[in-house]
């Protein structure tokens, strides 16, 4: 049985929109894209590496995917996360994308999501990994669905854009499994619902 864990960057306001790139998400007026990318250093890419190791497939949205589809087929076949992110099956929550998706490897779930990452949880071998895919996380939390929560977050408040946890429902009590500091001040914090 897999074990479905979401990857998020974050600041210290909970910001989770655009970390990537300056035109990744716009919407709202939201001026800070790739604010994430100065603070990645030799910790974050080692902790990203492990991370990857133990990934057998990855879960998005569709603005998430169609971010990466648009990024990843296109670098260097040695480049480790190209090699990862190409080489996973990779299943995309959308009711607006339609099949064949172009990105090798990817599949639309057909039906309700809760239940078919319920089947694909028990299906897959490794971890599940949903990066970004912000709306998605919540209906994963909402359901009960989210085995281990890896959070990167950030020395720098960006006083407004979508984040993570705005409609979590309900107090939910998680564990600490794992934390590091970066050298640029990023702390890489694991954790897991009380219970999993």
Known sequence: MARLVVVEGLS?????????????????GFEHGGWQ?????QVAGEE???????????LFGRKTYEI??????NQPDD???????????KYVASTTLEEPLEWAGSALLKRDVAEAVAELKEEQ????????SGQLARYLLEHDLVDQWSLMIHPLLLGGGKRLFDEAGGM????LVDSKISTTGVI?????????
């Open 12 to 28: 210290l306001d909970g910001v989770m929109q655009a970390p990537g790139s300056p035109d990744e998400d716009r919407s709202g």
């Open 37 to 41: 990318m100065p603070y990645f250093d």
């Open 48 to 58: 990203a590496g492990k991370s990857m190791a133990e990934t057998g497939a990855f």
């Open 68 to 73: 990466m589809a648009a990024h990843w087929p």
């Open 79 to 89: 480049d480790m996360f190209a090699k990862v992110l190409n080489g996973l099956p």
């Open 125 to 132: 071998e490794g971890n599940i990994v949903v990066l970004g």
């Open 172 to 175: 939910r009590p998680m564990r």
């Open 188 to 196: 890489l914090a694991t954790y897991r619902p009380e219970g999993h």
